[in-house]
């Protein structure tokens, strides 16, 4: 029964998870998996036979998809991995603030959460910014992680 009427309910999201689970064998080759708590894309795999003492084994290579840094992971076929849930979204650059990309979406919202990347990437968007050309960066988000990971010509 209902005594008064003051409950109180916390804020939440929408409830969707970082990640899903997903059969190891299930998985293949340009995937996605999350191996030592980092988003991996899969390069190699292979699967060894069953043996005397049990499963199948799954044997993955993959590369961290934020800094390409290699990880292997060795699991059941049986057993389940975490994926990742992966967003790519491209913006149209519109400034260079204090070390943060000013990406316009298609809609004309604007961002400037994402930080100019200290890599050739970044070097790359910087000339092409001080030259003024037009062009897109590729954003790719995953587990509240996002980093700018590509740059294309803007076609007209």
Same mark, same amino acid.
């Given at each position: 029964?209902?005594? $008064?009427?003051? #409950? ?10 970082n ?9 293949r080759?340009?995937?996605f998996?999350?191996?030592? $708590? ?7 795999m292979?699967?060894?036979?069953t043996?005397?003492? $049990? ?8 590369l ?25 979204? #491209?913006?149209?650059?519109? #400034?260079?603030?204090d ?6 979406? #298609?809609?004309?919202?604007q961002?400037s959460?994402?930080k ?6 970044g ?14 960066v ?5 587990? $509240?992680?996002?980093q ?5 010509a803007?076609?007209?």
């Open positions: 029964m209902a005594d $008064g009427g003051d #409950d109180t309910f916390q804020a939440t999201d929408s409830g969707s998870s990640t899903y689970p997903m059969q190891c064998s299930t998985l080759k340009g995937g998996v999350v191996i030592k $708590g980092q988003p991996c894309k899969i390069v190699e292979s699967t060894s036979k043996g005397k003492h $049990g499963h199948a084994k799954v044997h993955m290579v993959a961290n998809i934020f800094n390409q840094k290699k990880l292997e992971e060795l699991c059941p076929s049986t057993h389940n991995m975490d994926v990742p849930h992966v967003k790519r979204s #491209d913006y149209q650059l519109v #400034d260079i603030d070390g943060y990309l000013s990406l316009m979406e #298609d809609d004309g919202t961002r959460d994402i100019l990347p200290d890599s050739d990437l070097k790359e968007i910087q000339t092409k910014f001080e030259a003024d050309e037009q062009f897109m590729t954003i790719l988000g995953a587990m $509240g992680k996002e700018a990971i590509a740059v294309k803007l076609t007209k």
